[in-house]
């Protein structure tokens, strides 16, 4: 859910008819190549434990011959499928790297296009997108209509926190 990876969407011509270039680049972060091979191994450590073992076939994918870092890496880049929620390619903020005004929902420099979807997402949710593209166009709905805001709602929200992973990962190890 939180890939390091990052593609791009190109135009290719002016004309919103020709589709643009898609460049997804799966897999091409360094982060991303541990936090697969750690999921194997992981995943391995649970299904090896005694009170899973009636429940045990054996081990189906990647296979037991498959142990080595770069044995796993191979396996992953052959046969992994993308769980991404595709998402911040136009991303929704005030600061430089942004594409959408917050309180528009128009493209900077662009008159008369908006984006409502999942691209304007300036972080990738730690959940399905569905929900929040909902949310997203409910008010964007509401700013095209000229309706007035709702007051901010400033709820706290669970963010991984990579050194705390790290620290659970190592302490379980250890016991």
């Not at 890496?73 to 942004?98: E, F, I, L, P, R």
């Not at 509401?142 to 709702?150: M, W």
């Amino acid at each position: 859910m939180n890939s390091d990876s990052r593609g791009s969407i190109t135009p290719t011509s002016p004309s919103w008819r020709t589709p643009p270039a898609i460049q997804f680049n799966y897999l091409s972060a360094e982060k991303d190549r541990r936090d697969w091979i750690d999921a194997v191994r992981v995943t391995r450590e649970i299904m090896a434990q005694s009170a899973l073992a009636r429940y045990d076939g054996g081990e189906a994918e990647p296979g037991p011959n498959v142990q080595t870092d770069d044995q796993i890496w191979d396996w992953v880049v052959t046969n992994a499928k993308s769980a991404m929620h595709y998402s911040g390619t136009c991303k929704m903020g005030t600061d430089d790297q942004a594409v959408v005004d917050p309180d528009t929902m128009q493209v900077h420099g662009i008159e008369g296009v908006r984006v409502v979807d999942a691209s304007v997402m300036p972080v990738v949710t730690n959940a399905n997108t569905y929900a929040p593209v909902m949310v997203i166009a409910e008010k964007a709905a509401d700013i095209i209509l000229g309706r007035p805001a709702l007051p901010p709602d400033h709820t706290e929200y669970f963010r991984r926190d990579q050194t705390r992973t790290a620290e659970l990962r190592v302490a379980s190890k250890d016991s």
